[in-house]
T-cell receptor
Framework: EDQVTQSPEALRLQEGESSSLNCSYT??????LFWYRQDPGKGPEFLFT???AGEEKEKERLKATLTKKESFLHITAPKPEDSATYLC???????????FGPGTSLSVIP | DAGVTQSPTHLIKTRGQQVTLRCSPI?????VSWYQQVLGQGPQFIFQ???????GRGNFPDRFSARQFPNYSSELNVNALLLGDSALYLC?????????????FGEGSWLTVV
């Protein structure tokens, strides 16, 4: 059965304290791995797409990496405005079916 | 450019009623998909439509249906509403290219069933 899991469920960081979020996946016919940011009451905001193991993408304080079984979202020197839920999602073959993980709720304390 | 737009943003319905949610994709996007997000969980795939045809369906009962129009906009219908249908309903669109797509989401329609 296709599955995407994320850890930790919640993460509390001091401003400037770097850390990583983990996404593990077991998905047949994987076409790509997405990371989204979701603020309370809003739709998911696209961050990155990764297509092959070894690929890395960066955007401001965020860096996403991909292996054959996992993806990591590294947050360097986070700021309070980085507080949100980060969703990992796997794109399956043949049509736009995206399997989401449960998310990691990140809180960055000033 | 406008992103994915959804309407209404919030609505309250009574058990047993029917609801229609609407979505306009990003200009040029021909693929529209629908997701249900219950509080505290990740979104769950309901449907995907491409060129007005259903291309994929998730594990949702037949009370859920959708369609796509010639202008690529889409509607999600839910009949015989249950309390458990209360959720954020998200619409997403993409170019549906071979080899990979970036899927963009709207802000969602909050449905409360009482």
């Amino acid at each position: 059965e296709d599955q995407v899991t994320q850890s930790p469920e919640a993460l509390r960081l001091q401003e400037g304290e770097s850390s990583s979020l983990n996404c593990s996946y077991t998905v047949s016919g994987l076409r790509g791995l997405f990371w989204y940011r979701q603020d309370p009451g809003k739709g998911p905001e696209f961050l990155f797409t990764l297509y092959s193991a070894g690929e890395e993408k960066e955007k401001e304080r965020l860096k996403a990496t991909l292996t054959k079984k996992e993806s990591f979202l590294h947050i360097t020197a986070p700021k309070p405005e980085d507080s949100a839920t980060y969703l990992c999602a796997a794109l399956k073959t043949s049509y736009d079916k995206v399997i989401f993980g449960p998310g990691t709720s990140l809180s960055v304390i000033p | 450019d406008a992103g994915v737009t959804q309407s209404p943003t919030h609505l309250i319905k009574t058990r047993g009623q029917q609801v229609t949610l609407r979505c306009s994709p990003i200009s040029g996007h021909k693929s529209v998909s629908w997701y249900q997000q219950v509080l505290g969980q990740g979104p769950q795939f309901i449907f995907q439509y491409y060129e007005k045809e259903e291309r994929g369906r998730g594990n949702f009962p037949d009370r859920f249906s959708a369609r796509q129009f010639p202008n690529y906009s889409s509607e999600l219908n839910v009949n015989a509403l249950l309390l458990g249908d209360s959720a954020l309903y998200l619409c997403a669109s993409s170019l549906a290219r071979q080899g990979g797509n970036t899927i963009y989401f709207g802000e969602g329609s909050w449905l409360t069933v009482v």
